[in-house]
């Protein structure tokens, strides 16, 4: 079975950071691109960052270009997603969701998401 | 940016009504579309890839139609469980987008 599991969200402070994490089960993990998209509280979703297989490519939101990073350890089959200078628009959960294969596409399986709050 | 929009925001209806929501681009994006569903508390589910297609294990009811820069979802013989949030996504071109959602209550 196809599966996403995200962690690491939290309480962070503005100005501060931290590092999502979502483990995939279930599928060839280097052959498929991932993306991180998240939801704010009683808002829409709003892709957030995208890459590749093999983690030579990655594409941003303007909102966190410069802030966020993503990256990928194939070996370990785990997605991150790095966030510094976290601001209280942050503030949502994070979905990683992957596409049906290794070109850039829709996406067709989705964790559960893992919650950040930003507030002092 | 491919702007897209999507209406109605709410839609109110009744179980076995047929009901249609639309996602409209400000420019075209072929059939490069996806529509979702999302229940409170839950993660989105993927309905339909490529504008029309529809996923494996989505009822026959949901299908999706248009291409270009008018899109439609359609629910035909609305279930309990259809009342959800719906969202339209484009893929053509990053950065991906998504439309603002529709949500459909119980009339």
């Known amino acids: 079975e196809v599966q996403l599991v995200e962690s690491g969200g939290g309480l962070a402070q503005p100005g501060g950071s931290l590092r999502l994490s979502c483990a995939a089960s279930g599928f060839t993990f280097s052959s498929y691109a991932m993306n991180w998209v998240r939801q704010a509280p009683g808002k829409g979703l709003e892709w957030v960052s995208a890459?590749?297989?093999?983690?030579?490519?990655?594409y941003y939101a303007d909102s966190v270009k410069g802030r966020f990073t993503i990256s990928r350890d194939n070996s370990k089959n785990t997605l991150y997603l790095q966030m510094n200078t976290l601001r209280a628009e942050d503030t949502a959960v994070y979905y990683c969701?992957?596409?049906?294969?290794?070109?850039?596409?829709?996406?067709?399986?989705w964790g559960k998401g893992t919650t950040v709050t930003v507030s002092s | 940016v491919f702007w897209m929009t999507q209406s109605p925001s709410l839609l109110s209806a009744s179980t076995g009504d047929r009901v249609t929501i639309s996602c409209r681009m400000s420019?075209?994006?072929?059939?490069?579309l996806a529509w979702y569903q999302q229940k409170p508390g839950k993660a989105p589910e993927l309905l339909i890839f490529?504008?029309?297609t529809l996923q494996s294990g989505v009822p026959s009811r949901f299908s999706g139609s248009g291409s270009g820069t008018d899109f439609t979802l359609t629910i035909s013989g609305l279930q309990s469980e259809d009342f959800a949030t719906y969202y339209c996504q484009q893929y053509y071109s990053f950065p991906w987008t998504f439309g603002q959602g529709t949500k459909v209550q119980i009339k």
């Open positions: 969701a992957k596409n049906p294969g290794v070109l850039w596409s829709y996406m067709d399986v």
């Open positions: 490529a504008a029309s």
């Open positions: 890459i590749s297989g093999s983690g030579g490519s990655t």
């Open positions: 420019q075209g994006i072929s059939s490069s």
